[in-house]
């Protein structure tokens, strides 16, 4: 049995709503079983038999405003691994175009990082070339774009802790840097951080950025090590990012997540949330708001 979970980012989901998913699960074949709420008019769980996922997602999803939909098996559905990228996903900025800012090229900066997060340009290449524009910027920058733009992505505390507290192992792998990264980390809660290192020299940026660069690859090879050295199946692991970057750990995870997303990463990923904050994640475990962590 697979089952459909519908989420409210506005917490108004009627039973008119799901006699509406009912309706449109029945119409490509599937037989839906009985609703069941997770947090009445916030989120339920529509069972399902007889079609498959992939036509069952193409009926609900953008089927209701403001609803998101997380189609999976209903089997193991809480996951024991979770791997997140950083930038417009566990933080709502790109710090890169934010630090960018106190250059005074931010504009210029960010066209190339929406590019690359679209899929259009190679990672690393255009991640030389950004950091390469910024040498010459004072290292106290960073502290200070830290300090005043970098904001935690609702529910991501949330996301953390509750898993965590059900026993998972969490680890942000950002295409960012560490000078961010570990500090978001450690805010939020994460079990690890994995990042690019910023070179520095004579208290600036000196323009360039240390190798092997944490890029799409290494987001892969990084849930497949911890899930190997958790013993862990396929199944039992959940990505979520935004960019290009993060398709290939989305493709590799039992459940993979686009949030917000570019329209590449949606279309490669599991299911996206376009709607909610992250705790529509929560929410596509099966955790009702009585089980998530203070």
């Not at 609900?60 to 089997?75: H, N």
């Not at 949330?158 to 680890?171: F, P, Q, S």
């Not at 686009?258 to 490669?268: E, F, L, Q, V």
Request: hydrophobic content about 50%.
């Amino acid at each position: 049995m697979d089952i459909a979970t519908l989420i409210a980012s506005n917490g108004g989901l009627s039973r008119a709503d799901l006699d509406t998913a009912r309706d449109a699960l029945a119409g490509v074949g599937a037989m839906p079983g009985a609703v069941a709420w997770i947090d009445e008019g916030v989120a339920a769980d529509l069972p399902f038999g007889r079609t498959d996922r992939a036509s069952a997602r193409a009926a609900l999803e953008g089927l209701l405003p403001g609803i998101d939909v997380v189609v999976q098996p209903a089997a193991g559905r809480a996951k024991k691994l979770l791997v997140a990228d950083m930038d417009s996903t566990m933080i709502t900025i790109e710090c890169i175009d934010e630090l960018a800012d106190y250059a005074g090229i931010k504009p210029q900066i960010a066209a190339v990082t929406e590019r690359a997060m679209r899929g259009e340009l190679d990672f690393e290449a255009a991640l030389d070339a950004r950091v390469a524009l910024l040498k010459g910027l004072e290292e106290s920058a960073i502290d200070r774009c830290h300090a005043e733009r970098v904001v935690l992505m609702p529910g991501a505390r949330a996301l953390i802790r509750t898993m965590k507290m059900h026993g998972a192992r969490t680890v942000l792998v950002s295409g960012g840097f560490t000078v961010f990264a570990d500090k978001v980390a450690e805010a939020i809660g994460f079990d690890r951080a994995l990042s690019n290192r910023l070179g520095l020299a004579d208290g600036m940026l000196d323009g360039t950025v240390a190798r092997p660069i944490v890029g799409a690859a290494t987001k892969r090879e990084t849930l497949i090590a911890e899930r190997d050295a958790l013993g862990l199946s396929r199944e039992q692991t959940l990505a979520v990012g935004d960019g290009a970057n993060d398709i290939p750990m989305i493709e590799e995870a039992g459940l993979g997540i686009a949030y917000h997303a570019k329209p590449t990463t949606a279309a490669a990923a599991d299911a996206r949330i376009a709607h909610g904050d992250l705790t529509a994640l929560l929410y596509a475990q099966g955790y009702k708001r009585a089980d998530w962590a203070d």
